[in-house]
């Protein structure tokens, strides 16, 4: 059960209605799950927030399955089961091995990867374990993506990371068509 109620025009900022009602017709509506449940309580941020992402999914020189595995890897770290939900599935469809995403979800030891999933896999996992790159996490991944494509990579992880501890915050709920298993946590 989510932890805030659904937003209204009426409980947004006061000086935040206008973007508010630019957020909610460029969204279709007040979202009924995930970050943009709980975001749209503070329009501005969310506005913010949501070119941030636009940008990351839209406009990175990443391919779309490295995008995809950087998500992946940050929902795996977080323990985040609505960002696991909403792209697990897409990064199948965008190139990721189901044996992959399988085992990134039931935390098995990952085999046979790409030398790109493998920069995505060690850098995300070295961060968020330790807080820390290591110098050759760091090379692997500059070599697979360059200088643009390391700091979209990321700013991708760290952008799903801030969705995730929001998420995970406000326990927001899953969407009821979830087709994807859970995470074991």
């Known amino acids: 059960m989510a932890r805030l109620p659904v937003a209204t025009r009426e409980s947004v900022p006061e000086g935040q209605k206008k973007v508010f009602d630019e957020m909610v ?28 992402n636009d940008y990351l999914r839209n406009e990175s020189s990443l391919p ?54 493998e920069a995505v896999v060690n850098l995300g996992r070295e961060f968020f374990r330790t807080h820390k790159v290591s110098r050759g996490a760091f090379q692997a991944a500059l070599e697979q993506f360059g200088q643009t494509g390391v700091v979209e990579l990321t700013l991708t992880m760290g952008n799903y990371t801030l969705l995730s501890f929001a998420i995970n915050t406000f326990d927001t709920d899953l969407p009821p068509n979830r087709s994807e298993p859970l995470l074991p946590i």
Do not use: F
């Not at 007040?30 to 913010?48: E, F, W």
């Open 64 to 117: 779309k399955k490295i995008q995809e595995l950087s998500m992946l890897v940050t929902a795996r770290e977080m323990d985040c089961q609505h960002i696991w939900n909403a792209h697990a599935g897409s990064a199948r469809e965008a190139g990721l091995p189901s044996k992959l995403v399988d085992d990134l979800r039931e935390k098995r030891e990952l085999t046979g990867l790409a030398p790109d999933e």
């Open 25 to 52: 017709q460029k969204l279709g509506g007040v979202p009924a799950y995930g970050p943009g449940s709980l975001m749209i309580h503070v329009p501005q941020a969310h506005k913010l927030a949501t070119a941030l």
